[in-house]
């Protein structure tokens, strides 16, 4: 089935690498009458190749100074700013007004060119099918194996969850439905935007007064911004599988259960996040979400993926935060985040201090 992956707010996957100035330069660019800010990212082997040995020698001694970067350099060397543009791998959007960039996190790539994995589109689905086929019973499950084996020291819970989509849960990774549900890779965009991620932290006082203000140290990362992006989803379950007992599961795989559960389970997770940013007066946060809500409908409903998703986004911790704040408890510390004693998360990563990034709309092209 061919899809579709509009993109909302801004989406960061990481490949792990990051990179500083001395990697890129800033600058201006120009699309028709409109001039906007750009950034190179710059191949520095190929760079240093193309400098004379005396340039070389500068070059290769500024990149030992924590002050170094690129554009600095070149106003002394018109030679330097010409083999730079010559030496490009890509360029990019520049969408903040930071004037000291001293780190980007690089968005993952094939030759040069942003995309989604698929393994991230089916991370979310699994999720969103857990949390809305998972029943009371299920939930009672969970809370008495989290109450028998949460305190021990690698209790292996995720397994116990993956069960539940399973014929059987000892053996979950063979016998899991999710097999047979196969995502692809997303096409490709060609240009990132760059972005300030700041950390908005929210917490009570201990006069009860609520606080709200953001982290120092904000990160600078690399985005794919709203355009659509193509890919497949293959449902590959037929008779020999029900060898495996999974013929009470295989309903899962049906797109209209797939787009029932993203819809449920956005739903869900945006009213929590307007309850949030009412509770904490933040106006600018609820109104974001206020629109996401509308956005999301049965028939093309969000998703949340990639970057700043946080905890509530990638689990179904949701199912138990009002109606079992004990096992929500638990769930928190097996997660291995910090405890302390208000909202929880009380932090969130908002793009250019403003918009929840990862939103997208998954369509699905029947």
């Known amino acids: 089935m061919k899809c579709t992956l509009k993109v909302i ?26 001039k906007f800010d750009i950034f190179s990212r710059v191949d520095t082997t190929k760079l ?65 060119e942003l995309y989604i994995p698929g393994s991230s589109i089916k991370g979310s689905i699994r999720t969103a099918l857990l949390y809305k086929t998972l029943t009371d019973s299920d939930l009672d499950r969970i809370s008495d194996r989290i109450s028998r084996v949460g305190h021990r020291r ?14 059987e849960p000892r053996d979950a990774a063979k016998k899991s439905v999710m097999r047979f549900l196969q995502v692809t890779d997303t096409s490709t965009v060609k240009t990132p935007h760059l972005y300030e991620m700041k950390v908005l932290n929210a917490k009570i006082l201990n006069d009860g007064r609520r606080s709200v203000g953001y982290k120092s140290f904000p990160l600078h990362i690399e985005c794919i911004p709203k355009v659509g992006l193509e890919f497949e989803i293959k449902f590959t379950y037929n008779r020999i599988y029900d060898d ?34 009412s509770r904490y007066d933040i106006d600018f946060l609820e109104e974001c979400y206020t629109k996401l809500w509308k956005k999301n409908s049965p028939k093309t409903p969000l998703m949340r993926i990639g970057y700043g998703s946080g905890f509530l986004a990638t689990t179904i911790a949701l199912r ?30 908002l793009i250019n201090g403003r918009t929840p990034p990862g939103w997208v709309k998954v369509i699905f092209n029947e």
Request: glycine share 8%.
């Open 48 to 112: 240093y190749s193309k400098l004379d040995e005396k340039t070389q020698e500068e070059f290769l001694h500024n990149l030992t100074t924590p002050e170094f970067d690129l554009k600095g350099f070149f106003k002394g060397s018109l030679a330097a700013k010409k083999a730079a543009r010559e030496s490009v791998r890509y360029r990019g959007v520049l969408r903040t007004k930071s004037d000291h960039i001293k780190e980007v996190s690089e968005h993952i790539k094939t030759s040069d």
């Open 154 to 167: 690698n209790p292996n819970f995720q397994n116990f969850i993956n069960g539940f989509l399973a014929s």
């Open 244 to 277: 495996l007992g999974l013929g009470n599961l295989k309903k899962l795989l049906d797109p209209e259960k797939i787009k029932e559960s993203l819809h449920r389970f956005s739903r869900d997770y945006i009213k929590h996040e307007i309850e949030f940013a």
């Open 320 to 349: 138990f935060k009002e109606e079992d704040p004990s096992t929500y408890d638990s769930i928190r510390k097996l997660a291995g985040k910090r405890t302390y004693p208000y909202e929880f998360p009380k932090t969130r990563k």
């Open 9 to 34: 707010t801004p989406v960061h996957i990481g490949n792990g690498l990051k990179y500083g100035p001395h990697e890129f330069y800033t600058g201006k660019g120009r699309s028709g009458e409109r």
